[in-house]
């Protein structure tokens, strides 16, 4: 699997951005893609995912409200809609693939096998 992440990039507090990740390879019944974020000196946080068959998703606290993820399996791109950005949401944004997925381990970094590059979100004025 490839994933290529696109769509970061400086936002005044309050304003929106809509990142993509598009991603190449075979999908099954298992599968699911992920976006988690690492800001400068910490760890690499879950933020939001979506399982490719149902569509169920989960958020971590932080996000819930404000992100939305969603996918487009013609194009097998997903999106994080991002709305209401804080300052504290800055960060290098990744997207993820898993071929293993199950509901209780869609927020854990270590179900997820595949990774793409990073974006970058700055949230400043």
């Known amino acids: 699997v490839q994933l290529q992440a696109s769509g970061g990039g400086l936002v005044q507090p309050g304003g929106s951005l809509r990142l993509s990740c598009a991603a190449s390879g075979p999908t099954y019944s298992s599968y699911a893609l992920s976006w988690f974020r690492q800001a400068p000196g910490k760890e690499r946080d879950f933020v939001a995912a979506?399982?490719?068959?149902?569509?169920?998703?989960r958020y971590a606290d932080s996000a819930k409200g404000r992100f939305t993820i969603s996918l487009d399996k013609a194009k097998q791109t997903v999106y994080l809609q991002m709305n209401s950005l804080k300052p504290e949401d800055t960060a290098v944004y990744y997207c993820?693939?898993?071929?293993?997925?199950?509901?209780?381990?869609?927020?854990?970094?270590?179900?997820?096998?595949?990774w793409g590059q990073g974006t970058q979100v700055t949230v400043s004025s």
């Open positions: 979506i399982k490719w068959n149902g569509g169920s998703t």
């Open positions: 993820a693939a898993s071929y293993s997925i199950i509901t209780s381990t869609m927020g854990e970094r270590s179900a997820y096998k595949y």
